[in-house]
């Protein structure tokens, strides 16, 4: 068989809405070559996103039933996950392997990254030294990759992957320094190892279509960063041999409807919240109900069967709230699982569910007011702003991280908890398919129709890989 090589661009937030004058690289390869709808995975977020391609399994099987979950068991929330072992099903390269014995698969700022099979691999992953610092880096496999990729790369710039940076011109470079990094370390990868199939995300798109939301102006030159890093991506995999999709998770559409599941909870007296330090803390384990919120999507997780009822019709009383899923509309999505909650909930188009449990800022916990993605029970496209309302918010971010490089302790809570200033978000399934994800090959024989499931993607990675044509 003679060797077929794939590199798979991931552009986080690309929907047919997106191309337009903005996007000449990607109009060409879809022109040359063909391109699909997909489907979304449900929820349309990312860990979901990329299981679903990379297994060829829904929720109900490979567990990933979003960016974050609770744990029964240990009676907490856990985001951003990154060991593969929680992903329980076969990945496409262990397939190919059985085809192939020697295939190599590099996976590049793809999730649940550590400890996979995949034979290289890079994602972000701070150290956390006993004396409390946050320390910004990368961990590879191997881990030589580290150190080498670092020393011809310089660091990889960790504030513009997610927070009030990202997307942003500052200090940390252009807007779109960590998808450029991450670009060049595909280089690097391919040109070192020659994997037979590379898995590449840009995350570019994501920040400012949730800051901005899809109409702002400024989106258009993120839209034309993209293309041209994607084109010259597409350009470098060509003239090596690799032949190319380009993918997405999920596409972004506007919002302006924060709801707060957890506060609503409050109201109704089935919250447990803590005080500690005079802060007010959500306590999971001793909550007879609660939200775990995900974008669109939010899992209720009920410690007593018996109101399961009682709290689904109040939810589908709630503004925002479009669908409430019980045990057998769960199993109809795909998400039927141990890790999801017992109630699974779709805001309506233009609504989104925050963490928020809190009623007085005042008593907010302290990550509130921080980036701070694990330790949230819930995710906070808020840490994409800073907070308005501190006078010289910059001055005080020096100050901090001068009081950080002198080896003080410093709470870094410059973030608003002000949801109203998100304007996109993702997750449910959007109504206009102009917003479903994308895939683009630069084969014109590569799909059956115009729309696929999520499902299928990893059928198309493996036919890529083999040289299977499609059947237009």
């Not at 399994?57 to 744990?71: A, E, L, Q, R, T």
Request: charged share 25%.
């Amino acid at each position: 068989m003679k060797e077929r090589r794939l590199a798979v661009l991931n552009v986080v937030g690309l929907s047919e809405s997106m191309l337009g004058p903005e996007t000449p690289r990607l109009n060409a390869l879809a022109r040359a070559g063909s391109q699909c709808r997909v489907r979304p995975a449900f929820p349309a977020v990312t860990c979901t996103a990329q299981s679903n391609y990379l297994t060829g399994k829904p929720p109900s099987s490979h567990g990933i039933v979003g960016n974050g979950w609770y744990d029964r068991s240990l009676a907490e929330a856990h985001f951003w996950k990154q060991s593969n072992a929680v992903v329980t099903a076969p990945k496409v390269w262990e397939d190919m392997r059985l085809l192939e014995p020697g295939f190599t698969c590099a996976k590049l700022f793809w999730w649940h990254n550590m400890y996979s099979s995949a034979d290289y691999s890079i994602t972000p992953r701070p150290m956390y030294p006993a004396d409390g610092r946050k320390v910004f880096d990368i961990y590879s496999w191997p881990y030589s990759i580290r150190t080498e990729i670092k020393t011809e790369l310089g660091e990889f710039p960790f504030p513009t992957f997610w927070g009030p940076a990202a997307g942003l011109r500052g200090p940390q470079g252009a807007p779109d320094a960590a998808s450029a990094w991450i670009a060049k370390s595909a280089r690097w990868i391919e040109a070192k190892y020659r994997p037979n199939l590379s898995l590449v995300y840009i995350p570019h798109l994501d920040y400012n279509l949730q800051r901005l939301g899809t109409r702002d102006p400024r989106v258009k030159e993120d839209i034309r960063r993209v293309d041209e890093l994607v084109g010259s991506l597409v350009d470098f995999f060509k003239d090596r041999g690799v032949e190319i999709l380009v993918l997405s998770e999920y596409g972004i559409t506007d919002v302006d409807q924060p709801v707060h599941l957890n506060r609503l909870f409050r109201s109704m007296g089935w919250l447990a919240v803590k005080e500690e330090l005079g802060l007010e803390y959500l306590d999971l384990g001793a909550s007879p109900v609660f939200a775990v919120a995900d974008h669109q999507v939010a899992h209720v997780y009920i410690k007593d069967p018996s109101l399961t009822s009682k709290v689904r019709d109040f939810l589908v009383e709630q503004s925002g709230v479009e669908q409430v899923l019980d045990a057998e509309a769960k199993r109809a999505w795909g998400i039927q699982h141990e890790r999801a909650g017992d109630l699974v909930v779709i805001a309506s188009p233009t609504a989104w569910f925050t963490y928020y449990f809190w009623n007085d800022d005042a008593l907010a916990p302290d990550y509130a007011r921080c980036v701070d993605i694990h330790r949230k029970p819930g995710y906070d496209p808020v840490e994409l702003f800073l907070n308005p309302d501190i006078p010289a918010v910059k001055l005080r971010i020096l100050y901090k991280l001068l009081q950080k490089k002198l080896g003080f302790r410093m709470l870094m809570d410059v973030i608003p908890l002000d949801a109203s200033l998100v304007r996109g978000s993702h997750g449910r399934r959007p109504e206009n398919k102009r917003d479903w994800p994308l895939i683009i090959s630069a084969r014109a024989d590569a799909f059956d129709g115009e729309e696929m499931d999520s499902l299928e993607v990893a059928g198309v990675i493996k036919d890529e890989l083999c040289g299977v044509e499609g059947k237009n």
